[in-house]
């Protein structure tokens, strides 16, 4: 994104050329109603790049305010399709008796439309800086493995998931979600 211009490197998901922008060396994407987890697929937005060998993917992200309903979300994805695939994310807390604190991160995968792993952790107890963290997806074969940091130099591991998919594109979303009924 150092150019001001997007690379063609990048192809853009159900793109709503209104909601996403480069400032600079920053990528601003407003979080469209929708996600590609369960039955809540249409997320607009979904920037993605070919990935099919290993790779660290690393991002730094500041959302405008710390997520707050059950479906908002944003972060890193290994992307096949809307039903398998895996997503590295600040959301809202993890918990949904938990109304209030930090946020949290979760990772979470799906093969064939079925969550196959999720991961929370709650970031209540680290300290945030504007709501941004750095977030980092690591692959290696078939297992992904994330990380975070507050501060772009130490990263703490955040889980682990195993999922052989296809045709792989890696790459960043911003979620405003749906509560499903």
Not at 118 to 124: I, K, M, T
Not at 136 to 160: F, I
Request: net charge negative; aromatic share 8%; hydrophobic share 35%.
């Amino acid at each position: 994104f150092n150019s001001g211009k997007l690379s063609s490197a990048w192809s853009i998901l159900r793109e709503d050329a209104s909601a996403w922008s480069l400032d600079g060396t920053a990528l601003k994407i407003k979080a469209s109603e929708g996600d590609i987890s369960e039955s809540n697929d249409g997320a607009g937005n979904i920037f993605l790049q070919s990935a099919n060998s290993d790779w660290t993917v690393t991002t730094k992200i500041s959302c405008s305010r710390t997520p707050g309903l059950p479906s908002q979300n944003a972060g890193l994805l290994a992307y096949q399709d809307d039903d398998n695939f895996v997503k590295f994310v600040y959301a809202a807390p993890g918990f949904r008796r938990e109304q209030s604190g930090a946020g949290s991160l979760q990772l979470s995968c799906e093969s064939d439309g079925n969550s196959k792993a999720n991961v929370s952790v709650s970031l209540n107890d680290v300290e945030l800086s504007g709501n941004t963290l750095w977030l980092r997806l690591v692959k290696r074969g078939s297992s992904y493995t994330a990380y975070y940091s507050v501060d772009g130099k130490k990263y703490v591991e955040a889980g682990k998931v195993d999922i052989i998919l296809k045709d792989i594109n890696a790459g960043l979303l911003a979620c405003n979600g749906v509560i499903p009924a």
